[in-house]
């Protein structure tokens, strides 16, 4: 496989569930980044692991947890969702360059859907 | 004020036509700059990247104004499969001293037949 591959593409679950995004990257990047994208709002950083540090935004809810076993691999598990979490979990991964630009890869998404 | 600011759209323009799309930032350590395509219900993938002289590729050309904060893209000749939503990029470097990419809300364009 080559590219981001992120599973399950679509999911739907209630509230009290758990649940787990999987992103996997081929491209050699050391850079792994979980964004979400609601309706007609910009792309928003979630989580950020880069040569092994994990960098957050402050504002996600800790019902959000990633996991980050190595540079190709990435997890986001959900527990305890609001319906307002429903939205589009995209994955991406870049190089990590000290100075100059990060372009990033991104996968499909896996479209969340909380009841 | 919004960090990246787009106008929303749609951009209804008819084939061959020549449209122009902006983007305004507001941090002025922003460093580097691109344009995003994404297609509806896909991800968004790199339509180019804006370096300070401007670029051009083929029908699509970039540019960017530093000292009033706006980047530009201009479609020239436009095809159908140029309907999509384009998404301003920026990265800039804030004072934790990290890198973060900031995404516009996107501006969507319909290329009618």
């Known amino acids: 496989e080559t590219g981001v591959t992120q599973t399950p593409r679509h999911l739907v679950m209630g509230m009290t569930n758990k649940k787990s995004l999987k992103c996997e990257q081929h491209l050699g990047h050391n850079a792994m980044y979980w964004y979400k994208q609601s309706a007609k709002k910009p792309l928003e950083l979630m989580f950020v692991y880069s040569l092994e540090e994990r960098v957050e935004n402050n504002s996600v809810p800790s019902r959000f947890s990633p996991e980050c076993p190595n540079s190709s691999h990435l997890f986001l598990h959900l527990h305890t969702l609001q319906p307002e979490d429903s939205a589009l979990y995209l994955c991406a991964s870049s190089h990590n360059r000290v100075s100059g630009a990060n372009v990033l890869t991104f996968g499909a998404g896996s479209r969340l859907t909380v009841l | 004020r919004k960090e990246v600011e787009q106008d929303p759209g749609p951009f209804n323009v008819p084939e061959g036509a020549t449209v122009a799309f902006n983007c305004t930032y507001s941090?002025?350590?922003?460093?580097?700059f691109f344009w995003y395509r994404q297609d509806c219900r896909k991800e968004p993938k790199l339509l180019m990247s804006v370096y300070s002289s401007g670029n051009e590729d083929g029908r699509f050309t970039a540019q960017l104004n530093r000292a009033s904060q706006y980047i530009s893209l201009l479609i020239r000749d436009s095809k159908l499969s140029d309907s999509a939503t384009y998404l301003c990029v920026v990265n800039a470097v804030m004072d934790t001293g990290r890198r973060a990419l900031t995404f516009g809300s996107g501006t969507r364009l319909q290329v009618q037949p």
């Open positions: 941090n002025s350590a922003s460093q580097s």
